[in-house]
């Protein structure tokens, strides 16, 4: 069996071997949560042997941190019930039992309390319950958390799905002995499902069984770590001399040192004689490597939780902005486990899904202390059309205001079917023109004078005349 097979068992809710039989490991603590090692789980002495349980969360600070970021981020998302109207949109139904257990699921949880603790016990066991008590008309009225470490599902002798809950104490004092419940009256959330879970596909299991040699390993580097700086894995330095030393003075010459520098005497001040130097002991090139493994491990186990290092604090990149950080999770990790729990509410609650019926986590509330990005979203949907100012207002909580229930776009947005019919724009006006100045009257013209004409004629002919009688003389 590969490494990886042997890991993922160590969250196998029922064991299937025979009482008494042999089971490799890794071993499962129900009880005290984590887990054992093949090697340690062989000994029956193993904690007089140094062994100690690997935790899910609580020895591997990474972990705890993927697990608090989806179910606090959750928990700060308000459920509501929709249903789908006569106009095409979506009416909240503000009186049904599901609108109430969503505001108070018990007598003694709140909301963000339920989600919160029941969001962690999905990702740490891959699987979450919730007990539904119903009132006189068969409404579900109450949901009370159950620890998943104490509750499994069982199947009947014809496949009918049964529940054994347990774990909370207050049930335990309200209805006592064995509680076992039909599964119409649970309300339980699992992950994606393998065959290494039993009963399949009904158990679910958790994303930390990807990540187990990565939170192995992570462990593995901080206890070292942590011997090292107790100065366990190797002295901090190293006190030389060219003089030939007895044991008895090597003895004396580390005590009086440790006086000094170690426990109540850290911070004093030594004084060396006899030759005596001090080397301070170099931390080697495969030492340095040491935060980059570290930095490994973490950045896988975020990618089995699906989270952005940003949303860690770990990333390099910043994004550009709140939303875009937020939009980026939600189309990952955060929007899968938001749909998965809506959809578990729903078929608790006999819903008939989207988009007739259903329940929705809202994500406005991430984007809560982002007041930019926020008013921009707002201001940028009702100038298209889609919000009314009264509906924007509405969200950050402002008082409605008179002529705001009416969505509006700007005068030039028209529908292409009635673009033709829109007459043209008529052109500019021509300026008027100057008006045409009088021409002046005309002056009678003096009749023509021909005399010069006849005289210079006469002269001509009479020239001619006397060369013609010259000629003949």
């Given at each position: ?28 603590l ?45 928990a ?31 007598e003694?949880?709140t909301i ?15 699987n ?162 040491v935060a ?13 939780f ?89 969200e ?44 002046a ?10 005399s ?22």
């Amino acid at each position: 069996m590969s490494v990886r097979g042997a890991v993922a068992r160590i969250l196998r809710p029922l064991v299937r071997a025979a009482e008494g039989q042999y089971r490799p490991g890794p071993y499962y603590l129900p009880v005290t949560g984590g887990w054992l090692s093949s090697t340690a789980g062989s000994i029956w002495n193993w904690w007089q042997c140094g062994y100690d349980p690997i935790g899910a969360s609580s020895q591997s600070a990474l972990v705890e941190a993927c697990v608090s970021a989806y179910a606090q981020t959750i928990a700060m998302c308000p459920g509501d019930h929709w249903r789908l109207n006569d106009k095409g949109g979506r009416t909240r139904v503000t009186t049904s039992a599901l609108s109430r257990v969503l505001r108070y699921p018990n007598e003694y949880q709140t909301i963000s309390d339920f989600l919160l603790n029941l969001v962690r016990y999905l990702f740490l066991t891959g699987n979450a319950y919730a007990l539904a008590l119903r009132n006189d008309r068969y409404e579900v009225s109450e949901l009370h958390l159950m620890d998943s470490n104490y509750s499994l599902p069982m199947l009947g002798a014809g496949g009918e799905v049964f529940y054994r809950l347990g774990g909370n104490q207050v049930i335990q004092r309200q209805i006592p002995g064995p509680l076992v419940v039909p599964q119409r009256d649970v309300l339980h959330v699992r992950l994606h499902t393998t065959q290494r879970t039993y009963p399949w596909p009904i158990m679910g299991e958790s994303p930390l069984v990807a990540a187990l040699p990565d939170i192995a390993a992570s462990l593995a580097i901080t206890n070292q770590q942590i011997q090292f700086y107790q100065n366990m894995a190797r002295p901090s330095a190293v006190l030389s001399t060219d003089q030939v030393l007895d044991k008895d003075q090597v003895q004396f010459l580390r005590d009086r040192w440790e006086e000094q520098v170690k426990g109540l005497g850290s911070g004093g001040t030594p004084i060396l004689t006899a030759g005596l130097k001090v080397q301070p002991w170099a931390i080697g090139g495969r030492d340095a490597q040491v935060a980059e493994m570290l930095k490994l491990t973490e950045q896988h186990i975020a990618l089995a939780f699906r989270i952005p290092l940003q949303i860690l604090g770990l990333g390099s990149a910043p994004y550009g902005s709140t939303e875009v950080l937020m939009q980026g999770w939600v189309a990952q990790g955060l929007g899968f486990a938001l749909n998965h729990l809506e959809e578990a509410f729903g078929f608790l609650f006999d819903l008939k899904g989207q988009p007739d019926e259903y329940v929705e986590f809202s994500t406005k509330v991430l984007l809560r202390s982002n007041l930019k990005d926020r008013i921009e979203s707002l201001t940028r949907g009702v100038q298209g059309g889609v919000y009314s100012p009264n509906e924007a207002r509405e969200e950050e909580g402002l008082d409605a205001v008179d002529h705001g229930d009416e969505p509006r776009v700007q005068q030039q947005v028209v529908p292409l079917s009635a673009a033709g019919a829109i007459p043209a724009a008529p052109g500019p006006h021509a300026p008027p023109s100057a008006p045409a100045v009088p021409l002046a009257p005309e002056k009678p013209q003096a009749p023509k004078d021909y005399s010069d004409d006849v005289k210079r004629e006469v002269r001509r002919l009479t020239d001619a005349a006397y060369r013609a009688g010259r000629r003949f003389n």
